[in-house]
């Protein structure tokens, strides 16, 4: 898996997303509220991982949000349909 990109966009309470990533490079734009990791090609010894802080406005209760996790790849000299992802993991610490 090639050109891997995720795209999360976050609630408007969020002052600043601080992650550090173990493949590939990740940015936050604070205008937009969206955080963007690009991870390039995968390395099926190394999974990607990423975490982080994020910083909310202050007095603003913590948004009851699920985010749409966007992602986006290519498999050269594949062609698939009815793909289905088998785990996430996500967590809330």
């Known amino acids: ?3 891997v990109v995720l795209e999360v966009p976050f609630p408007k309470s969020v002052l600043n997303v601080t992650l550090t990533c173990n493949q590939g490079k990740n940015s936050f734009d ?3 509220k969206l955080m963007t990791w690009d991870v390039g090609k995968i ?3 190394k ?3 990423i975490k982080g802080t994020i ?4 007095g603003v209760p913590v948004p009851e949000s699920n985010p749409t996790i966007s992602v986006m790849f290519t498999i050269n000299t594949l ?3 009815g793909l289905k992802v088998n785990r996430l993991d996500m ?3």
Do not use: F, K
């Open 55 to 58: 910083t909310l406005q202050t």
């Open 91 to 93: 967590y809330g610490e």
């Open 79 to 81: 062609a698939i349909s």
């Open 30 to 32: 604070p205008v937009s």
């Open 47 to 49: 999974l990607p991982n």
């Open 1 to 3: 898996i090639e050109n």
């Open 43 to 45: 390395d099926p010894n």
